[in-house]
């Protein structure tokens, strides 16, 4: 079971780290990424890494302010979110999958946490 964690209130501008954990195995062998759901919308793709943390997928919203990594020594995916704005206020999911790792579609994503919410002020 994944977890999500990290979210908060912040300024635009600033800046956040969302971390992600699994409860009862290990995520070694897994792709992971994050997916974010503002109210009224569809979730939508925000980053993922491969399993080893050799390759790294954007969506375009956030390149060059968001940067995903995944460490299998120390444990968590993390998220590190800078130069937030508003328009990435949201709720932030952790997913992890076997197979996909570049997949922009939701439910081609096997395993999801709980949400941790962000919220961006003007």
């Known amino acids: 079971q994944l977890q999500a964690s990290g979210g908060g209130l912040v300024q635009a501008g600033g800046s956040l780290r969302l971390s992600c954990t699994a409860s009862r195995q290990s995520l070694d062998n897994y792709h992971m990424g994050w997916f974010r759901q503002a109210p009224g919308d569809e979730r939508e793709f925000v980053a993922s890494v491969t399993w080893a943390g050799a390759l790294k997928y954007y969506a375009d919203s956030v390149k060059g302010r968001f940067s995903v990594s995944k460490d299998n020594v120390k444990g968590p995916l993390i998220l590190q979110m800078n130069n937030l704005k508003p328009e990435d206020t949201a709720v932030y999911y952790c997913?992890?999958?076997?197979?996909?790792?570049?997949?922009?579609?939701?439910?081609?994503?096997?395993?999801w946490g709980r949400g941790t919410l962000v919220t961006v002020s003007s």
């Open positions: 997913v992890a999958d076997e197979h996909v790792f570049s997949e922009r579609r939701p439910n081609r994503w096997d395993y």
